[in-house]
C-alpha cells in the first residue's frame, strides 16, 4: 500500500510540475509590444530630494512625452495611458502633485517652476539674489541638465500640460500682448477652446489645422528666453510640441497625442 501511495504523490507531483510548465510558456507568449516598464531616478536639490519616473513600452516611437508639472495630473494621466496602449516613452517629475519644486537651501526657503530652469535667464528670474545666488544657480543648472539628458536626444519632443477652465485656452494667444510672439492661430469653434496644441513647425501647424483642431504657431525669433523646454529644444535642431488640455479631459489629450504622433512618426 505504501508503495501504490508513494507512486501516487510522485504522480500529482509530475502533473503539478507539468501544469506550472505550461502556465510558464503560456505567460512568455504575451506581446512583448504591450509591455511597459518604470524606472525612477533621484535628484537632491537643498533639502529636497527630486524624482524622475520614466515609462517605457517596447514598441517604440519617434518622439518622447515630458511632463514636469506634477499637478496637472490629466496630462500626467493621459500621457501614461498613451504609452501603455500605443507605445513610446514618458518622462515626469514626481513633485507632489505640485507646480513648482519646494526646497531649501543654506537656510533659505526657494519655490522655482520646473519648466523655467533650462538657461542662464531662466534660472536668474527664478533665484533670489543673496549672497549664495551664484552657488544655487550652479546647482540648479546641475538639475536642468540632468532633466535634460533623460530626455533622448534622437526624438521628438512632446510636452503635455492641463489647465483649469478660464486659466488658459486658444482665445489666450489672440490677445495683444502675445501678437508680436504668435505667427498665426487656427480656431476651430467645433472644438473646446481649452484643448490645443503650441508648435513653431509650420508643417506641423498646417497638418493639425488639417485636422481640424486649435493650434499655435509661435514666432520662434522672437520668444522671450523663459529657460522653458519649449525654447532650448527647437534651439538644439529638435522639434517640440505641446499639447495642452483642459483639466479632467484624459481622452480628449490622449486622442490629441494619438494625431500629433502619427504626424511625427511620418517625419
Known amino acids: 500500500m505504501k508503495s501504490f501511495y508513494a507512486l501516487g504523490c510522485l504522480f500529482l507531483l509530475l502533473a503539478s510540475s507539468?501544469?506550472?510548465?505550461?502556465?510558464?510558456i503560456s505567460f512568455n507568449r504575451l506581446p512583448s509590444e504591450n509591455l511597459t516598464h518604470s524606472d525612477r531616478l533621484f535628484f537632491r536639490l537643498g533639502d529636497n530630494v527630486l524624482t524622475i519616473a520614466t515609462t517605457s513600452n517596447t514598441?517604440?516611437?519617434?518622439?518622447?512625452?515630458v511632463s514636469l508639472h506634477n499637478n496637472e495630473t490629466t496630462a500626467i494621466n493621459a500621457g501614461q495611458e498613451f504609452v501603455q496602449e500605443q507605445g513610446g516613452q514618458?518622462?515626469?517629475?514626481?513633485n507632489d502633485e505640485k507646480h513648482?519644486?519646494?526646497?531649501e537651501f543654506l537656510n533659505k526657503k526657494y519655490s522655482i517652476d520646473p519648466n523655467k530652469i533650462f538657461t542662464q535667464k531662466g534660472r536668474a528670474s527664478l533665484l533670489k539674489s543673496g549672497p549664495y545666488k551664484n552657488t544655487l544657480s550652479v546647482e540648479v543648472q546641475r538639475f536642468a541638465d540632468y532633466l535634460f539628458e533623460i530626455i533622448p536626444y534622437n526624438k521628438h519632443v512632446i510636452g503635455l500640460h492641463n489647465y483649469n477652465p478660464?486659466?488658459?485656452?486658444?482665445k489666450t494667444f489672440k490677445k495683444r500682448k502675445l501678437a508680436r510672439k504668435i505667427k498665426t492661430t487656427n480656431h476651430n469653434p467645433a472644438?473646446?477652446?481649452g484643448n490645443f496644441f503650441v508648435t513653431t513647425d509650420v508643417d506641423i501647424y498646417n497638418a493639425l489645422k488639417a485636422k481640424h483642431y486649435n493650434v499655435v504657431l509661435?514666432?520662434?525669433t522672437v520668444i522671450r528666453d523663459d529657460g522653458s523646454l519649449g525654447l532650448v529644444v527647437p534651439k538644439?535642431?529638435?522639434?517640440y510640441v505641446d499639447v495642452v488640455a483642459k483639466t479632467g479631459m484624459v481622452e480628449a489629450q490622449k486622442k490629441m497625442i494619438a494625431d500629433l504622433a502619427e504626424l511625427l512618426d511620418g517625419r
Open 90 to 94: 514618458m518622462v515626469r517629475l514626481e
Open 166 to 170: 478660464g486659466e488658459r485656452s486658444i
Open 191 to 193: 472644438e473646446d477652446e
Open 59 to 65: 514598441k517604440q516611437r519617434s518622439f518622447v512625452l
Open 218 to 220: 509661435q514666432n520662434f
Open 100 to 103: 513648482n519644486i519646494h526646497f
Open 18 to 24: 507539468f501544469t506550472s510548465s505550461q502556465q510558464q
Open 236 to 239: 538644439n535642431r529638435r522639434l
